[in-house]
C-alpha cells in the first residue's frame, strides 16, 4: 500500500487544518490507519487512529477534543482534522496503515506515507 499525505502548513495558533492521506489500494478499507508525528530532536508520537470498521478512534491525550480523524473508504482516503492548534502541535505528520490490532505503536504499522509539515507559530 502506498500512501500519500498532504495538508500541511503553517498556521497560527488556534488556528485549524486538515491532513489528508491517499492510498493506492482498494484494500485501503482493510486496514486501521493512524496518524504519527514527529518533532526535531524527539521520537515518532502516535497521533490518531480510526479502525476499519469506522466506528474505533483512538487519540492520544494532548490532541483530544481538538483532533478527529477520519475516512472515506470510497475515496481510500484517511483525514485528521486539528483545530485549535498550539505550537506544541508542530511537527512532521506521517500518515500509515496496519493490519494488526496494535494501533498506537509505530513498530505495529506496514505501511508509512512520506510526511507533512505542520508548523504553528504563537
Known amino acids: 500500500v502506498q500512501l500519500q499525505a498532504s495538508g500541511g502548513g503553517l498556521v497560527q495558533a488556534g488556528g485549524s487544518l486538515r491532513l489528508s492521506c491517499a492510498a493506492s489500494?482498494?484494500?485501503?478499507?482493510?486496514?486501521?490507519m493512524g496518524w504519527f508525528r514527529q518533532a526535531p530532536g524527539k521520537d515518532r508520537e502516535f497521533v490518531a487512529a480510526?479502525?476499519?470498521?469506522?466506528?474505533?478512534?483512538y487519540y492520544t491525550d494532548s490532541v483530544k477534543d481538538r483532533f478527529t480523524i477520519s475516512r472515506d473508504n470510497a475515496k481510500n482516503t484517511v483525514y485528521l482534522r486539528m483545530n485549535d492548534l498550539k505550537p506544541e502541535d508542530t511537527a512532521v505528520y506521517y500518515c500509515?496503515?496496519?493490519?494488526?490490532?496494535?494501533?498506537?505503536?509505530?513498530?505495529?504499522?506496514?505501511?508509512w506515507g512520506q510526511g507533512t509539515q505542520v508548523t504553528v507559530s504563537s
Open positions: 489500494e482498494d484494500s485501503f478499507g482493510d486496514y486501521t
Open positions: 480510526i479502525h476499519w470498521n469506522f466506528i474505533n478512534t
Open positions: 500509515a496503515a496496519t493490519s494488526k490490532t496494535s494501533y498506537s505503536t509505530a513498530l505495529g504499522y506496514s505501511y
